[in-house]
């Protein structure tokens, strides 16, 4: 089976402007997470998916949503860029609904730059 | 905070030592997982243990978990130079689904 992937690879954005990312389950997982990590901050929780609803969210505001497809896809958005956006962006899917006794897979990263 | 805490958090050893990276969390756990990433790149699976197992191995590695002490432990046997990356371990608390709670992560660096 091919893996999680995620793409673009890499983007540069300036302030201000908008993303989105786009990230492609492993073929039969239906729950998608989102993470963002920084050499500060490390690995944060962004959100969960699973049939196309949102499961729980973690302390971002409001400019990070995201969404999931009937096709299990999912897309995060971030509008109103700030430096601090700068990170790699992280997807993981996962076959059991609630990713409680399951493992995660995870998908190789957005690099996103905000200049 | 129900962050994992890592330790230590950099570890440089020789080719064919053994390395041991800790765990340590502070809530009630569903299952604890171990990943590791190369230069920023994706995560890689590495094993998962749940929380009424006490010892799991796969090839080299061997995790641990004691609930009653909130602690668990990574040993990779025999090291090699491409072990050479950052190890985090990751739970899942209680009636959170499936959030993943990460470490910050333990740097190993292998020398050949």
């Known amino acids: 089976k091919a893996g999680v992937t995620q793409t673009p690879r890499y983007l540069i954005k300036t302030r201000g402007q908008q993303v989105t990312l786009s990230c492609s389950p492993i073929s039969g997982h239906r729950s998608v997470s989102w993470y963002q990590q920084t050499p500060g901050q490390g690995l944060q929780f962004l959100f969960e998916y699973f049939s196309e609803t949102q499961r729980n969210k973690g302390n971002f505001p409001g400019r990070f949503s995201g969404r999931q497809f009937s096709n299990s896809r999912s897309e995060m958005n971030v509008s109103t860029l700030e430096l601090g956006d700068s990170a790699l962006y992280l997807c993981?899917?996962?076959?059991?609904?609630?990713?409680?006794?399951?493992?995660?897979?995870f998908g190789p990263g957005t690099r996103l730059t905000v200049l | 905070s129900q962050q994992g805490e890592e330790d230590p958090q950099a570890l440089s050893i020789q080719e064919g030592e053994n390395a041991t990276m800790n765990c340590s969390y502070k809530t009630s756990i569903n299952n604890l997982q171990w990943y590791r990433q190369n230069s920023g790149r994706g995560l890689v699976h590495l094993i998962l243990?749940?929380?009424?197992?006490r010892e799991k191995h796969s090839g080299r590695l061997r995790v641990t978990l004691d609930t009653s002490k909130k602690s668990s432990s990574l040993l990779i046997t025999a090291s090699r130079a491409a072990d050479t990356a950052s190890y985090f371990c990751a739970l899942t608390a209680y009636n959170q689904g499936g959030k993943l709670i990460f470490g910050q992560g333990t740097e190993l660096s292998v020398k050949p």
């Open positions: 993981a899917s996962s076959l059991d609904p609630a990713g409680v006794v399951d493992t995660q897979y």
């Open positions: 243990i749940r929380s009424n197992e």
